[in-house]
């Protein structure tokens, strides 16, 4: 089946400590995004990348890191310098240029102790 | 700044009624929405779009309309099932921008 696989969809971390959620789609799409939900905001763009070896910041990008190394994959790493991470984060990939649906993974929740 | 606005945090509809959840847009080189549907702890599901050139989308029970005046959109859907209980989200982009701004979110519930 073609789709988005997010690991691992539960994860604990301490305060001070990096951790990196996988993205991973086999949709052969172009574009993939990072989103985070919070209760009552929404889901909030964090970056997004439009082809390999290129990425941009979305609208809450401080604290976070990505690569586009490959195609297929698109890795978020959430920093010891983002101050509230607890959250859901979901990927998603599109085939591009802001026309067509974004396809979503399950998402990762993340809970910082 | 929010971009895309739904201001219901909530809905509740009679199983068999019709359902409308309204979504506002500021930016007005928007070209494209889309409809969401969202269970707890699980990624969103794509429900309905529809292109600026467009006033209405028809998808079954379904129905995306659009008023480029007002810069606002609703989803209708008739007749609604408990199974439509759900957070949906209204989302919109630029075409070109690979941005995709969402809403906060309408939490549906429909009563049996």
């Known amino acids: 089946d073609g789709g988005i696989t997010q690991s691992p969809k539960y994860l604990f971390r301490k305060e001070g400590q990096n951790v990196t959620l996988s993205c991973e789609q086999n949709l052969n799409h172009d574009a993939m995004y990072w989103y985070r939900q919070d209760p009552g905001q929404g889901l909030r763009l964090i970056y997004y990348?439009?082809?390999?070896?290129?990425?941009q910041k979305g609208d809450i990008a401080e604290g976070y890191s990505v690569s586009r190394e490959k195609k297929e994959s698109f890795p978020l790493t959430v920093t010891s310098a983002q101050k509230n991470p607890t959250a859901f984060y979901l990927c998603?990939?599109?085939?591009?240029?802001?026309?067509?649906?974004?396809?979503f993974g399950e998402g990762s929740r993340l809970t910082v102790l | 700044d929010q971009q895309v606005k739904q201001n219901s945090p909530s809905l509740s509809v009679q199983e068999g009624r019709i359902s409308i959840l309204n979504c506002d847009y500021t930016?007005?080189?928007?070209?494209?929405f889309l409809w969401y549907k969202k269970y707890p702890a699980e990624g969103p599901t794509f429900l309905i779009s529809?292109?600026?050139?467009?006033d209405k989308n028809e998808d079954g029970r379904f129905t995306v309309f659009l008023n480029k005046s007002a810069k606002h959109l609703s989803l209708h859907i008739v007749p609604s099932q408990p199974g439509d209980s759900a957070v949906y989200f209204c989302a919109a982009s630029e075409s070109g921008t690979y941005k995709y701004i969402f809403g906060t979110g309408t939490r549906l519930k429909v009563l049996a």
């Open positions: 930016n007005s080189m928007f070209d494209y």
């Open positions: 998603a990939s599109s085939i591009g240029g802001g026309i067509g649906e974004l396809f």
């Open positions: 990348s439009q082809i390999v070896n290129d990425f």
């Open positions: 529809i292109s600026s050139i467009k």
